[in-house]
């Protein structure tokens, strides 16, 4: 396995892959150090936590050097997964144990009550876009449940897998509560049939999560999808035009518009459509794209060039099939690690850009008569991850986000972002189950009802 720098076509490392011997044995360790992990109290496992924040905030410069090494991300970009990532960990740190605190429930016995105890060691398969980010979703809440977790990175950012491990021992916890598997996705399939695996996590495609699913429900063991979204935001008549424009573009382009949660068809009601088709192509066509490093860089490289290729084709065989190009739908010449902010309109059932999820910075815009015809657009999709509507009537945007839109997170006024605060995850083919939030630590634990006569 190889990290390829996206922005320079270099190769940072090479990393021999773990055998299936060596990747047994890992497990094996990790599930030696759940035997004491568990015993663990809240308190110390709190304190290991804010340990981490530390280690995160000291190595902030180093770590988010090496996503834009690995995977391209613009510099600011990675400084804020890196703070983030920090923000999940105090998260909680500090109410972990309010979370996971006895439930009393008052029956027919002299005490009765649910108790939140650890599952063991989880497996997460994570991806490539947010490599920090996506792990520490996990990592935080199951370390603070008690359970000990492996990684499977992607194959492009192993550097990032192994500097995770490395910033869990810099922060002194027991050795072996994390680590890091260097294998393929062919080789998860053993990973979950371990018996030591006791669940498994994925974020990432559809087609992984399909099949990572059907090999834990193989084996009966729990699991929790993030897959892949085509969000939709939907944009009304009395909303702020050129507010909606800005914020729609910033939703596309983040993480050069790589991102589950990235705002990907435009819907607009016809009475607006030109106002802010206008603002929006604007915004979209004023992002810079260029060296990560560079403080006025908005774009950086696409993650791999064959996601590139692979965006390019969705982009051409949606204008095959009568889509017209606004802006961009290139690869441009000088740079070919790069795809410009591209805006598509004209879009039918049967396009790419109408059924399948554009991991890149390609918006799609769609005219409709009304807001009726708007939602039926918005939820003709196997997605169901964020959504979002603009409009400046309040009780008209919670209706169509609580009644109206099909998905796991709906925003009003605003683009989707993760918060450990808030639940996060999706329906239909964007996965199931919640991380973050008091519901994403109670994925991995076993709900235990306990009877006192
Ligand atoms: P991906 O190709 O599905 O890879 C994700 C992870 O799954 C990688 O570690 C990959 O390993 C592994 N994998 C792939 N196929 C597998 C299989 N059949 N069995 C077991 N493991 C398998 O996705 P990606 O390109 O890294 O990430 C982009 C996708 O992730 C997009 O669809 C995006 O929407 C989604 N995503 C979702 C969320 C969310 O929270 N819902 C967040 C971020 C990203 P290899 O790299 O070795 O192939």
Redesign the pocket.
């Known amino acids: 396995m190889k990290s390829i720098n996206p922005f320079t076509n270099k190769v940072i490392e090479n990393y021999k892959e773990h055998t299936g011997s060596e990747t047994k044995h890992i497990i094996k360790e990790v599930d030696v150090a759940f035997q004491s992990w568990k015993k663990t109290t809240f308190e110390e496992r709190k304190n290991y936590l804010l340990e981490l924040v530390n280690q995160l905030t000291e190595q902030k410069e180093s770590l988010s050097n090496l996503i834009m090494y690995e995977m391209g991300k613009v510099k600011k970009e990675a400084i804020s997964e890196i703070e983030k990532c920090a923000w999940v960990c105090r998260f909680y740190a500090e109410n972990g144990a309010q979370f996971l605190d006895r439930e009393v429930i008052e029956s027919d016995a002299s005490e009765s009550f649910v108790s939140f105890q650890p599952l063991g060691t989880v497996l997460a398969?994570?991806?490539?876009?947010?490599p920090f980010w996506?792990v520490f979703r996990f990592l935080a809440p199951a370390l603070m449940a008690g359970n000990t977790g492996v990684l499977?990175?992607?194959?492009?950012v192993q550097g990032c897998s192994l500097a995770i491990e490395k910033l869990v021992r810099d922060a002194g916890l027991p050795e072996n509560v994390f680590r890091s598997l260097l294998i393929?996705?062919?080789a998860?399939k053993q990973v979950i049939e371990n018996p030591k695996i006791k669940a498994v996590t994925?974020?990432?495609?559809?087609?992984?999560g399909k099949?990572?699913a059907a090999i834990a429900g193989s084996v009966l063991k729990k699991s929790v999808l993030?897959?892949?979204?085509s969000d939709p935001y939907l944009i009304l008549e009395d909303a702020d035009i050129e507010e909606a424009a800005k914020l729609c573009a910033a939703a596309r382009l983040l993480n050069a518009g790589?991102?589950?949660?990235g705002a990907k068809r435009f819907i607009v009601v016809e009475r607006v459509y030109d106002q802010f088709r206008e603002a929006f192509v604007k915004e979209m066509q004023s992002a810079k794209y260029g060296n990560p490093e560079d403080a006025e860089t908005k774009i950086g490289p696409m993650a791999r060039h064959d996601?590139r290729d692979e965006l390019h084709g969705q982009v051409s065989a949606s204008v095959a099939k009568g889509a017209s190009i606004i802006c961009g739908g290139f690869i441009p010449d000088d740079n070919d690690s790069f795809y410009p902010p591209t805006v598509l309109e004209n879009i039918e059932p049967g396009m790419p850009a109408y059924e399948e999820?554009l991991?890149g910075p390609v918006a799609s815009l769609f005219k409709v008569k009304t807001e009726e015809e708007g939602i039926k657009i918005a939820n003709d999709t196997i997605f169901g991850?964020g959504a979002g509507v603009f409009t400046a009537d309040l009780e008209r945007g919670k209706k169509i986000a609580e009644k109206g839109l099909e998905a796991g997170c709906v925003f009003v006024n605003d683009f989707v972002k993760s918060d450990p605060r808030l639940p996060?995850?999706?329906i239909k083919e964007?996965?199931y189950g919640r991380e973050l939030s008091l519901l994403g630590i109670r994925e991995f634990v076993n709900i235990k009802t306990i009877s006192v006569k």
Not at 125 to 130: G, L
Not at 258 to 261: D, F, T, V, Y
């Open positions: 398969v994570m991806p490539w876009n947010f996506q499977k990175h992607a194959s492009n393929r996705g062919s998860v994925l974020t990432g495609s559809t087609p992984a099949s990572v993030e897959l892949g979204g790589q991102s589950c949660i996601l999820e991991f991850l996060f995850g999706g964007s996965g």
